[in-house]
């Protein structure tokens, strides 16, 4: 099983991530969190790219795409061929929100590159931590150069990440305004209904 966690940046839907993955090693499942960017050497050589040098859309997408496909074959595949359950920090719908709505790139581009990219691997659940982006925001404590492209970008996200979540019944939409203790609960509970 994959599932993976989205949101804007300010979210909390690393933590859960962590949290979620922590709750199902304690009932004895077999466990893989991941993240993306990053989740392989060629993802934090990439990772550190994508942070630090301004670029366009496209390129920023592509970057996105290499590691994903990197992040696909070498992590998530063999991980799910040995029966694991597979924790992803971001996949995909990150780029459909962040590129696609935000930086206004052709989303049917985007699916094309991902239908080649992706090999078929898609989420069984999507865990969306949905926050106003001005508490968001103001949960950062430094900002890297795609944050630091401001609410308005960041506004534009969400609206895509709402949108995704209403026309894909995989999405399971959290309000990321909750306690930790709350959200983590709201989430294993879906998990385990999903693995039963």
């Known amino acids: 099983m994959l599932i993976t966690f989205e949101g804007i940046d300010g979210a ?7 949290i979620l993955a922590n709750n199902l090693e304690q009932k004895n499942y077999n466990v ?3 993240k993306e960017p990053g989740g392989t050497p060629l993802g934090e050589y990439i990772r550190k790219i994508l942070l630090d040098q301004e670029m366009d859309a496209l ?17 998530i595949v063999p991980a799910l061929n040995k029966g694991a359950i597979v924790i992803s920090d971001r996949y995909h719908d990150s780029s459909v929100a962040y590129q696609g709505y935000g930086r206004n790139l052709s989303l049917e581009f985007i699916e094309f590159v991902h239908n080649k990219v992706l ?8 865990i969306l931590v949905d926050i106003p982006v001005n508490i968001g925001f103001g949960r950062l404590k430094t900002k890297d150069r795609i944050e630091k492209l401001g609410e308005d970008y960041l506004e534009k996200v969400r609206y895509g990440y709402l949108t995704l979540a209403s026309e894909e019944k995989r999405f399971f939409v959290v309000n990321g305004t909750k306690s930790i203790d709350e959200l983590s ?4 509970t879906k998990v385990m209904e999903m693995i039963k």
Not at 62 to 75: C, G, I, N, Y
Not at 185 to 188: E, S
């Open 59 to 75: 390129s920023e997408f592509l970057l996105f795409a290499s590691d994903r496909h990197t992040h696909v074959k070498e992590v």
């Open 12 to 18: 909390g839907k690393s933590t859960l991530a962590k």
């Open 185 to 188: 609960n709201q989430i294993l």
């Open 32 to 34: 893989v969190l991941t």
């Open 119 to 126: 090999e078929g691997i898609m989420p069984e659940l999507t």
